[in-house]
């Protein structure tokens, strides 16, 4: 949190989110899969772990979004709560892949993939 809030730019703040969701899922290969496989399976532990670190962590990512929407980098029409649930799936999602990819490859250099799509989204304007 603490390197998070010294980012000036609501962007980039989410930038690093990401950079730093990956880089510490991708540097444990066997923590990753704890996280992303093991700990899924008990509905006791998501519901404690979504009461608490997670909501916070979501929370992060929802005010950054809310941020950039009072400073017009982000727009005002899309519900910050939604847009931070899609870049945290998102980013889920790749950790998720990485684990079950029978290829071996960097695992951090996905969040500018998932931010170029983020933030520019899939149609040509």
């Known amino acids: 949190r603490a ?16 950079q730093l ?6 540097a444990d290969r066997e923590m990753a899969v704890v996280f992303q496989v093991e700990l899924r399976g008990s509905t006791k532990f998501m519901e404690e772990f ?17 941020d950039g929407q009072r400073q017009g980098v982000f727009r005002g029409d899309i519900k910050p ?20 990819s029978k290829r071996s490859y960097p695992l951090a250099p996905m969040a ?10 899939v149609d040509v304007r």
């Open 81 to 100: 709560v939604v847009c931070a649930k899609i870049l945290y799936g998102s980013l889920d999602e790749m950790v998720t892949n990485w684990i079950l």
């Open 50 to 66: 979504s009461a608490a670190g997670f909501a916070e962590y979501l929370d992060i990512i929802c005010q950054t979004i809310a």
């Open 21 to 26: 969701h990956l880089e510490k899922l991708g």
């Open 112 to 121: 500018d993939e998932v931010l170029k799509i983020f933030f520019g989204g």
């Open 3 to 18: 390197e998070i809030a010294k980012i000036d730019g609501s962007a980039q703040k989410l930038r690093r989110i990401a």
